[in-house]
């Protein structure tokens, strides 16, 4: 199992399992024509994180917003996205959980 691998069935056990966008055993729901912004963006995402010059969660989200949701169809710019403003972003509703996770997963390699 490659690192990428690790992160993203990492990230399937944490935030999936509680997303508003899976089904009590953690499915998906999103249809074929929706993408869900954590799975799509991941290792943009892990790269934020791991590149990083801080370990605040309010810079490591304006990273973010700066290097990936600048990516995203849905945003206009990294102050604007139509599912930001609806609450319903996954990646920015569970961006805290993310960062622990990949965290999580880089003190078990250091291990």
């Known amino acids: 199992m490659n690192n990428i691998d690790k992160y993203s069935k990492a990230i399937e056990e944490t935030i999936c399992s509680i997303c508003v966008d899976s089904t009590d055993d953690g499915d998906c729901t999103l249809t ?35 290097k990936v949701c600048a990516e995203c169809k849905a945003s206009v710019d990294e102050d604007n996205c139509y599912l930001r403003e609806d609450s319903n972003c996954a990646l920015d509703r569970y961006f805290s959980l993310i960062v622990a996770t990949v965290h999580k997963i880089d003190q078990a390699k250091e291990d």
């Open 32 to 66: 074929h024509k929706e993408k869900c912004a954590v799975r799509l963006f991941l290792p943009s995402i892990i790269d934020v994180i791991h590149n990083s010059s801080s370990d605040d969660i309010y810079e490591l989200h304006q990273e973010l917003r700066k």
